[in-house]
């Protein structure tokens, strides 16, 4: 599998000799056709001087002629042809003397043509006659220029283009080694940059790999504001939610684990006492009716209490699944706090506790709920201040109003519970610290019982408390018309 490191190199590589070789063959044929336009310039402007030179030079012979023309030829590495009026070539720097009557005519040379018609012309060809590839420039006299005893009516120039094509390949050579400096700069540059572009690519790769691995308290940290570091911070939010979802789950689980080892112990302690007293009354004397009286209240109670961990368990299974249906009617508060005072104080004063009735609200004020569920929240709030609060102490049940809303209020001088336990008590299966060790209590779920009712009123749920000081449990409810 290729990495994104060698991906970008080889991209970056791959682009660069491609940008290189057309720059580098574009730019040979640029150079071609330079220097060949530099040389046609170059035999022309020496053509102008060679006929300046003859005209100029006393020459009485033809040998006299020939010698001229193969001096002017070396000194100016050009070869030289002097021609007639008919295409018979007179003389010929690269040809003997003794050979030049067995050249052929040159009247239909393309250069000559060319001259013919324009004055002067060019051609580029291979020569048979001395077998090279040359570039010719030849100029037309219509007076004819009188060399010696011959009268010359075309001067023709010509170099081979092997010097033309040497000087392209010095220049291509040259070209050549400053692209493949080029390249190896460019390699070793791009290296570093794939290196430093990929780097944190790779690191957020094992970062990730991590967070496969459940390692969710690790952090990326990046500087950068692109999209990389947009990524990391990303990844970053999700380690975090993953972490928090994991503690949170973990959390449940443990709050879980804690509430079926509650429930097995709140079901085994009732089931325990009425077993005991349903066998104690079946050995003993019936005719001690006081003590037949105290068994059976003893599993009275009990059962009491295994029906009131059932109604919860039902209720909350219900309220979680959305089969519970709350009947919403038009209640006059004021007779519904008096009925459950009226149901309570019979239980709570023989228990050496104060009850008090408090109603701060006019006496038509109504509320829009269902009268069992509201009935079943405030009979588990009572029943959590009649576990916690001492003999002596005091329960307060009180109605109010504020801002639209009718406030129902249990309060009490029990031993109340810590700040960072009241955040957490409304949980399902939750149970306070000072539970843990005590008898009381119905597996941490009646605060949860409650909380579900208030919502599905669209109520609000008060909680206060104070450790060794009491709580203040209670609701309030928007005021129905």
């Not at 050249?103 to 060319?114: L, M, Q, T």
């Amino acid at each position: 599998m290729k990495t994104i490191k060698s991906k970008i190199l080889l991209t970056y590589v791959g682009v660069t000799i491609l940008a290189l070789v057309l720059s580098w063959f574009f730019t040979s044929i640029r150079i071609s056709d330079y220097l060949e336009g530099l040389t046609k310039e170059r035999i022309k402007s020496a053509t102008r001087q060679i006929v300046n030179y003859l005209v100029s030079d006393s020459i009485d012979n033809y040998n006299n002629l020939y010698n001229k023309i193969k001096i002017i030829s070396a000194l100016n590495d050009t070869r030289i042809t002097l021609i007639d009026s008919v295409g018979k070539v007179w003389c010929d720097s690269d040809i003997d003397i003794e050979k030049i009557d067995t050249v052929e005519n040159h009247k239909n040379r393309e250069e000559i043509i060319n001259a013919r018609n324009n004055h002067y012309g060019f051609s580029k060809r291979f020569s048979h006659t001395v077998h090279k590839w040359m570039i010719y420039y030849a100029e037309y006299y219509e007076n004819p220029l009188h060399i010696g005893d011959k009268n010359i009516y075309y001067i023709r120039t010509s170099i081979p283009i092997i010097t033309i094509n040497r000087l392209g390949t010095e220049i291509k050579f040259i070209l050549g080694i400053s692209a493949i400096l080029s390249l190896i700069i460019i390699f070793v540059t791009s290296l570093q940059i794939s290196e430093w572009m990929t780097k944190p690519l790779k690191n957020l790769k094992d970062f990730a790999l991590d967070l496969k691995n459940g390692f969710y308290k690790r952090r990326f940290h990046v500087d950068k504001k692109d999209e990389i570091g947009i990524l990391a911070e990303t990844l970053n939010q999700l380690a975090e939610s993953i972490e928090n979802e994991k503690s949170e789950v973990e959390r449940l689980e443990s709050i879980k684990k804690e509430f079926i080892t509650n429930l097995m112990h709140e079901l085994r302690t009732p089931l325990f006492v009425i077993e005991s007293s349903l066998e104690t009354l079946q050995n003993m004397n019936f005719a001690d009716i006081e003590k037949v009286k105290e068994f059976v209240g003893k599993a009275s109670n009990q059962t009491k209490r295994l029906h009131k961990v059932v109604d919860n368990l039902i209720l909350i299974s219900k309220l979680r699944t959305g089969e519970q249906v709350v009947n919403l009617r038009s209640l006059k508060a004021t007779d519904f706090i008096k009925k459950i005072y009226d149901d309570y104080k019979e239980v709570i004063e023989p228990k050496n506790i104060e009850f008090v009735l408090s109603i701060n609200a006019p006496d038509d004020i109504k509320i829009l709920g269902d009268k069992q569920l509201l009935s079943y929240a405030l009979d588990n709030l009572l029943d959590n201040s009649i576990k916690y609060t001492q003999e002596k102490g005091k329960i307060e049940l009180s109605l109010s109003t504020d801002d639209g809303h009718v406030v129902f209020i249990v309060s009490d001088t029990g031993k109340g519970i810590s700040q960072n336990e009241l955040k957490k008590i409304t949980e399902y299966f939750y149970r306070p610290e000072l539970d843990h060790n005590s008898k009381t209590g119905v597996a941490g779920l009646g605060l949860a019982v409650v909380k579900e009712i208030i919502r599905m009123h669209n109520g609000a749920l008060i909680m206060e408390s104070e450790l060794s000081k009491g709580s203040k449990f209670g609701f309030k409810l928007s005021i129905s018309k």
